[in-house]
């Protein structure tokens, strides 16, 4: 039972869903919800919404909601030397983005990539101290 849980939760958590995108970790979630429920059905804002029915017709009702999004960061262009430039998708904290790894969703497949910053050779003594914006990394 632990296992089936564990392989779940690394299914959910390796599909793709940035804001506005979830499509992929939507199609994990249905298929491995379907069996532990009596009704899915998907609306028209892409929202999943699974009915389990209880034993007692009088009993308590409880409702789970949460998520299927995730951070995101969405691309703007390539610039000829193969650097990706990139703008939040929806709220995204700045400082947590050098160094993380990415992956990138195009119509050929994934490609792997990491988030970097202007080094000591290329940026300002007084940039150094702070943050780089999106936009700059």
Partial sequence: ????????????IMAAGPTGFEQQV???FVKEIMNHVDQVQVDALGN?????????KNGPKIMVAAHLDEIGLIVKYVDEAGWVYFEPLGFVDER??????V???????TVSGVVGIKGKLFAKPE???????????
Avoid at 127 to 137: F, H, I, N, W
């Fill in 96 to 101: 947590a983005l050098a160094g993380q790894l």
């Fill in 103 to 109: 992956s990138i969703h195009t119509h050929h497949g």
């Fill in 1 to 12: 039972m632990m296992l089936e849980i564990l392989e779940t939760l690394k299914k959910l």
């Fill in 48 to 56: 999943v919404i699974a009915v389990k029915t209880g034993r007692k």
């Fill in 127 to 137: 940039d150094l101290a702070k943050s780089s914006p999106a936009s700059e990394m």
């Fill in 26 to 28: 939507r199609e994990v």
